[in-house]
């Protein structure tokens, strides 16, 4: 049976994994929508493969440059932020959320209130917005399929005992690049060293916020809005090798562990194909060769977004969406050489200073403190560079 699928963020590297793994199973899909934000060239080379009803680019000033490149098809073409949240709720059996950022908020967010199932790569959204998400999905019957490796395992797990029967949710960390840097010495990193990932092949940001372990505490965030256990049964494992991808201990000391080559075409099809499985063209674990699994505690002294994001998430209102914003005008900062590596967490820290935001009772109320808290941090940022 052919299965409808919508791609936000076809063109980057979540949503490439996805497309190669479609292509291999052509006829298993229909695509419905593609989108990105300003790749013109690569949005419309999708499009031309993949023949999606519609194709949408998020930068409105690039609307007539992908019509031209689509002329001679029958595809539609859409532009801009509004056209992107409608062209969530297309009819579709899957819609797979892979933009980067809070851009990918809204989409999600309507899509999961038109009652499509979401495969959701996009955890800034989910650590934004993680109550009215989930609130969305449980009042329309949309299903959140986890793409993030670590949360796809302890999905996978979860099948294993329920919810209500699990001691402990530990999340596994690789600890990026600098995993043994010195703190004296992280001043001195470039943006080429941060987003050389050790295991993964990922787009900037994420790669980014593995360096400094941010994405591990967004990760704690999403963990606590799609497993709620309990902050304090959701622990961060360090483990170089990301062959485990995060463990689920139950109440008799059962511990349930997902395990695979570090490669993101291994969650995305476990979220495409669910409840069955597909195969893939990813490299089989080798234990033999690999021969040997380390883990250690994260250290918090050299890497505090993790503590950081634990209290935001604790204090919760609004506190994650700030974090969020801040962090994302942060990363940014740094990837333009504007920031240096160890500023990043201190910029978020500090917009986390202020006085708490009213806690946020719809979308509008959680763009609005994602706008102040990305001035915040934006004003911050000036005062490093001319420091
Ligand atoms: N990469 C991974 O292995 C991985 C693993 C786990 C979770 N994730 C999560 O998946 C998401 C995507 O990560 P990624 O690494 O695939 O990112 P990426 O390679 O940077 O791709 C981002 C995608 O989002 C689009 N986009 C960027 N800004 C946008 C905006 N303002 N409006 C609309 N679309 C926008 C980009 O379009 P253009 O190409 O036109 O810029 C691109 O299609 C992130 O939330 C990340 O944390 C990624």
């Known amino acids: 049976m052919t299965r409808r699928l919508s791609l936000f963020g076809a063109t980057g590297s979540v949503g490439q994994s996805t497309l190669d793994l479609v292509r291999r199973d052509g006829a298993a899909w229909q695509v419905g929508v593609l989108t990105a934000n300003s790749d013109v060239a690569e949005l419309a080379r999708l499009a031309r493969e993949f023949q999606p009803e519609l194709a949408v680019i998020a930068d409105e000033s690039r609307y007539d440059e992908l019509k031209a490149a689509l002329a001679d098809t029958n595809i539609g073409v859409a532009a801009g932020a509004k056209a992107l949240t409608e062209a969530a709720t297309y009819p579709a059996d899957l819609v797979l959320a892979a933009i980067v950022g809070t851009a990918g908020l809204a989409p999600t967010m309507a899509a999961l209130?038109?009652?499509?199932?979401?495969?959701?790569?996009?955890?800034?959204?989910?650590?934004?917005?993680?109550?009215?998400?989930?609130?969305?999905?449980?009042?329309?019957?949309?299903?959140?399929?986890?793409?993030?490796?670590?949360?796809?395992?302890?999905?996978?797990?979860?099948?294993?005992?329920?919810?209500?029967?699990?001691?402990?949710?530990?999340?596994?960390?690789?600890?990026?690049?600098?995993?043994?840097?010195?703190?004296?010495?992280?001043?001195?990193?470039?943006?080429?060293?941060?987003?050389?990932?050790?295991?993964?092949?990922?787009?900037?940001?994420?790669?980014?916020?593995?360096?400094?372990?941010?994405?591990?505490?967004?990760?704690?965030?999403?963990?606590?809005?799609?497993?709620?256990?309990?902050?304090?049964r959701i622990e961060i494992l360090v483990h170089p090798q990301s062959v485990i991808h995060s463990l689920v201990e139950f109440v008799d000391c059962s511990t349930l562990a997902q395990l695979g080559s570090p490669d993101m075409r291994i969650p995305i099809a476990s979220a495409l194909a669910w409840p069955q499985r597909m195969a893939t063209p990813c490299a089989p674990l080798d234990l033999a060769s690999i021969a040997r699994l380390d883990f250690e505690a994260p250290d918090e002294a050299r890497f505090p977004a993790t503590a950081l994001c634990r209290a935001a998430i604790a204090e919760g209102g609004a506190r994650p969406a700030q974090l969020n914003a801040a962090n994302e005008v942060a990363v940014a900062a740094f990837l333009a050489g504007r920031l240096s590596f160890p500023a990043i967490v201190d910029t978020v820290a500090r917009v986390l200073d202020a006085d708490a935001p009213a806690a946020p009772a719809s979308l509008q109320d959680i763009f609005s403190v994602d706008a102040a808290s990305r001035a915040a941090a934006q004003r911050l940022v000036d005062q490093y560079e001319h420091a």
């Open 113 to 232: 209130e038109a009652g499509r199932d979401v495969a959701l790569a996009n955890k800034e959204s989910l650590v934004s917005a993680g109550e009215l998400m989930i609130a969305a999905a449980r009042k329309s019957g949309a299903t959140i399929l986890p793409v993030d490796s670590e949360h796809n395992a302890i999905f996978q797990c979860l099948s294993g005992g329920r919810i209500d029967q699990v001691r402990r949710i530990i999340l596994t960390a690789s600890g990026g690049p600098f995993r043994t840097m010195r703190a004296e010495d992280m001043a001195r990193v470039t943006p080429a060293e941060a987003v050389a990932h050790p295991n993964w092949s990922m787009g900037a940001k994420i790669s980014v916020d593995s360096a400094t372990m941010m994405n591990k505490g967004l990760e704690l965030i999403e963990a606590h809005h799609l497993f709620p256990v309990g902050l304090d």
